[in-house]
């Protein structure tokens, strides 16, 4: 066993020995014209150009995509080797506890940052200011290297040297970084046709992770760098779309840097490998994704079940069970639609029933002061149901429930 470990231990050493900076130019790689990453590309600027007609109500969609926003954070600081289930970060958002785990903390930041994104990003470009606010975001009140996922000078590109773990390539040297980065920023701010933009935003994700910016967190920035591209280049998150370019990369770790690892090399080949592997993946999540805007596949294949879920485990009562039953078959309800659960009650009893699931969070007024109401899933126990059903239909990239 000690043989083993010094053996172990010495290949690491020598791995690391190995690692070297290699520099290569960064230009936008034109695919050829029958490749499947041509094809990747025209179909997803088809997806990216596609009207959003769903028969899902908005305001359940939108409470799907709050609940996305949270597996991609889990997702994103996962791959950084945080331990917290999504199980677990689930609780914490049930309960109002302010005394919260690091690991906790760091996947809040990222939701953050993420809601800094879709609040701010048609409204600024994506420079050099915007990146430093998503990194202090992300580093914010997380204690610092080598034990925490903090960093020593937040929003500042380092003044240190660094060196990936488990990585054959070494980020230029820390006087070069600035000039790279405004390369960078160039880069994807150069107005090229709109064809070119989803191959622009791969590139620049691992152009950013071969750079390393900062001295801690690039991960986890480089990812949110990746999200703010993609709504900046036409994914309207602001309308009905989700996007979870995060679930590309945490499903599997390992395809994740291998192929960033055929891209270090600076080949065409191996930056067109990396290309076709992100976009391949997005275009996979997105078209997943996109089938909740169905309402007839959310409320047979996700709401139902979900409800059944909460009943037998008594997060919800029988009576509550039913109301919220009619509520998913109709998806918009009003108090006349409950008539038939509460035979020989008088109306009151009705409007009592809405009020407590109102307070307890599960119904929500379709619009301010209506009188009709939809389901609310993202804030309650029925949350725990449909993070449950959406993991077995394979919605979740992170499995550990």
Known sequence: MLLLLCVNSFLIKIQMSEAKFLDYQLKLIEPSFDSSLTDLIIELDYLRKKPLGGSTHPRVFFQLKHIFHTLESIGSARIEGNNTTVAEYIETKLESN????EGVREIKNIENAMEFIENNIDDYPINRLFLSELHKMIVKDL???PKGEGDHTPGVYRSINLKINNSNHLPPDYIR???YMTELL???EREDSPKYDLLKAAIAHHRFVWIHPFGNGNGRTVRLFTYAMLVKTGFNVNVGRIINPTAVFCSNRTDYYDNLSKADMGTEKGVLAWCEYVLKGLKEEIEKIDKLSDY??????I????LVHSLEREYITDTESKILRKVIELQVIQASDLKKIFVGKVSSEVS?????LINKKMLVP?????????????????????IRILDEKGFLPVRDL
Do not use: C, T
């Open 143 to 145: 204690p610092l290297p």
């Open 186 to 188: 160039s880069f994807i």
């Open 366 to 386: 379709e619009k301010e002061g209506a009188r009709k109401y939809i389901i609310r899933f993202d804030n309650n126990f029925l949350l725990r149901g449909v």
């Open 352 to 356: 009592r029933q809405i009020k407590k």
């Open 303 to 306: 709401l139902l079940p979900s």
């Open 177 to 179: 970084v600035q000039d």
């Open 296 to 301: 007839d596949y959310l409320k047979k294949e």
């Open 98 to 101: 302010e005394n919260i785990s």
